[in-house]
């Protein structure tokens, strides 16, 4: 069953049910108003005959009967009996017809003074009447054919009005679920037509406040960072080959140059180290691109536990000035942490390490101090590291891009490096569920802070 249907349905039933019930009610209550007036009308008239036979000396039997019969205000089928003590009936206002009832009402009418029941479909009231110390019994019955038909008309109506209202219910509860559920099957046409080819593509965000307004916000939101995604992936693919290509261009170059005319022993040598280092390049190349490709595909299970981000600190800068010692690495807290456990973050120590090994690099690479000032700093929340440099700095626009992969500033083409460093910190960071920013101005330098969230 559609949704359309569904919530059709549900509204029908609803407002059904409260018709339904409401006619009931009104019918019901209707029902013993008439009930209740009509036994208070058949009161009177017993009390009244019972009166005139009893109390009016001027009046006899045979005068009460004419009475009784041209009474204007008579009521249908209308008949009256009074009873002596010995039930012996003393007046009755009908001659042939009788009223039907159990021999038993006389006795209960005594005990109870007043019964009111049915005789057939007419209603009846049984009375006892105590004058002079006799006691008289009174049975008056009659068909209220007045309230009854009036009944009748109100069953019709209510009825009718029920047929009526649940139709016009339905249609209703049909039209204004289509109604609003219009937006959702436009969506459903538009995301119909998107694929990976026009991913630019976006959803018609209608008055951008209601449900599925959002809906088509949020949906906007996620085709965005799928297009970025595929772009990135497209890019990375064109300059990984691309990265790829120049060393390999460069080396069979070197080749088709050894390999055109003999060469003195100290031409072969040259070209064999241009050979090596060219070499060296595409495995650092490589091995960048295998650890992206790593940290993208395994960082669903990596292993994370406690970590003191200021020992990875001090590890990362003796493995860096181990292997360059023209790098200069200068650590500094800027609030002594008060216990051990404020530098303490939860992660991966290898990871991190990468991260801080990638930066202090960048750091000393870039400037021509080669030296990197870092500076732990603590508070409740967050353990921060900044990595700072007096270097050549990069361009507003730079900035914007250095952590896709591949992009390096015009301002390092002579340095090595393949542009993949940050990206991949970034991705680090980001799994550690920490932040990476970064400000830096062209020509006086860089600072990079890392922010990881505590335990
Ligand atoms: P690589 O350093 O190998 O080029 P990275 O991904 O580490 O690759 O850095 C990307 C780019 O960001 C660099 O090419 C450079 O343009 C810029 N960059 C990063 N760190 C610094 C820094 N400390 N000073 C100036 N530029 C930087």
């Given amino acids: 069953m559609t949704i359309r249907n569904r919530i059709a349905l549900q509204f029908s039933l609803i407002v059904a049910s409260i018709l339904v019930v409401f006619s009931v009610l009104i019918y019901f209550i209707s029902a013993t108003y008439r009930r209740e007036e009509f036994y208070d009308r058949l009161k009177n008239k017993a009390l009244t005959t019972v009166r005139f036979l009893i109390e009016v000396k001027e009046v006899d039997q045979k005068l009460l009967k004419i009475i009784d019969r041209n009474t204007l205000t008579a009521l249908f089928d209308e008949k009256v009996l009074v009873f002596d003590a010995k039930n012996k009936l003393i007046y009755a206002s009908v001659d042939d017809q009788v009223i039907h009832f159990e021999s038993s009402l006389l006795d209960e009418v005594r005990q109870r003074k007043e019964v009111e029941t049915f005789s057939g479909h007419n209603e009846l009231v049984g009375l006892l009447y105590q004058h002079d110390d006799r006691n008289l019994v009174v049975l008056a019955s009659a068909y209220d054919k007045f309230g009854e038909s009036k009944l009748d008309n109100l069953r019709l109506t209510l009825g009718w009005g029920l047929f009526v209202g649940i139709s016009i219910s339905i249609g209703l509860g049909i039209f204004f679920a289509g109604q609003s559920l219009r937006p959702i099957s436009q ?269």
């Fill in 187 to 455: 969506i459903n046409e538009q995301v119909s037509t998107i694929t990976a080819r026009n991913l630019q593509q976006r959803l018609d965000e209608g008055n951008r406040q209601d449900e599925i307004a959002r809906l088509a916000i949020n949906f906007n939101t996620v085709l965005q960072r799928l297009e970025q995604a595929f772009d990135q992936q497209r890019s990375f693919v064109s300059h990984a080959s691309h990265e790829l290509r120049t060393p390999l261009a460069a080396l069979k170059s070197e080749i088709q140059l050894g390999l055109r005319k003999r060469l003195t022993v100290g031409e072969y040598e040259e070209i064999l180290t241009n050979l090596m280092s060219d070499t060296d390049r595409l495995i650092g190349l490589t091995n960048s691109l295998l650890f992206l490709a790593r940290t993208m595909e395994s960082s669903s299970h990596v292993l994370f536990q406690r970590v003191r981000i200021d020992d990875v600190i001090f590890v990362a800068k003796d493995e860096l000035v181990g292997a360059k010692s023209t790098y200069r690495i200068e650590v500094d807290y800027q609030n002594i942490p008060e216990t051990e456990t404020e530098t303490v973050v939860y992660g991966n120590e290898d990871l991190l390490k990468q991260v801080l090994l990638n930066l202090f690099d960048n750091a000393c690479k870039y400037s021509s101090n080669q030296t990197a000032q870092i500076r732990i700093s603590t508070n409740a929340q967050h353990c921060q590291i900044s990595i700072e440099d007096q270097g050549i700095g990069m361009s507003a626009e730079d900035v914007q891009h250095i952590f896709e992969p591949f992009y390096r500033a015009q301002n390092v083409l002579e340095y090595d490096g393949f542009g993949i460093g940050l990206s991949i910190s970034a991705k680090l960071i980001e799994l550690h569920r920490g932040t990476l920013a970064v400000e830096s101005q062209l020509g006086k330098g860089s600072k990079f802070t890392i922010s990881l969230p505590h335990l």
